[in-house]
């Protein structure tokens, strides 16, 4: 079970995700200490292994930087649960092997609720409030991806195979 870190706003980007004044390392640890610190100065500290971030529409708008999903990944983050994302954004955290979930119905989610992902067959259990969330799973390919530890290991493993 993960608990739920709900920024209620869309547009979250990716200067609110990892500020660029912390863009001088790749060091996953290093920027998990300052990931979403402009939005939520106490996300860092509040935050556990497994949890969830939920937002929004258009999240990870902005410039295109890797480091966003590092940021998140690297707070031991499981997913990123949001309305959209932004396209580059998206595509940034399946090459990097990290799991999104779109879905219209992130109101059913609030802040502090304890959640379960069934990535394989898109449902979200909000085990707090009862409600279930179905959405659409990311199709094979991407999940393929992902399980592969991301785009570069993915070619590594098709390369050997």
């Known amino acids: 079970m993960a ?8 547009h979250i980007n990716t200067d609110e995700i990892i500020p660029a004044r912390y863009l001088n390392t790749d060091d ?6 300052h990931c979403m610190e402009d939005l939520d100065a106490e996300f860092v500290k509040k935050c556990q292994a497994g949890d969830i971030i939920v937002a929004g529409e258009d999240f990870g708008c902005g410039s295109s930087r890797e480091h966003a999903v590092w ?4 707070a031991n983050v499981s997913t990123v649960i949001a ?7 998206y595509r ?3 090459d990097n092997g990290f799991y999104i979930i779109e879905t219209p119905d ?3 989610i ?3 609720d304890e959640i379960e992902v069934d ?10 409030s009862g409600k279930d969330i179905n959405f659409e799973p990311l199709p094979d390919f991407a999940r393929e991806i992902i399980n592969n530890g991301g785009l570069l290991e993915h070619i590594k493993k098709a390369t050997t195979d």
């Open 71 to 74: 940021a998140i990944r690297g």
């Open 92 to 94: 940034n955290a399946i």
């Open 119 to 128: 990535f394989e067959n898109g449902l979200i259990k909000n085990v707090t």
């Open 3 to 10: 608990k739920a870190h709900k920024y209620d706003r869309d």
């Open 83 to 89: 309305k959209s994302f932004a396209r580059i954004f």
């Open 106 to 108: 992130v109101d059913k």
């Open 110 to 112: 609030s802040d502090g």
């Open 28 to 33: 996953e640890q290093e920027l998990a200490k």
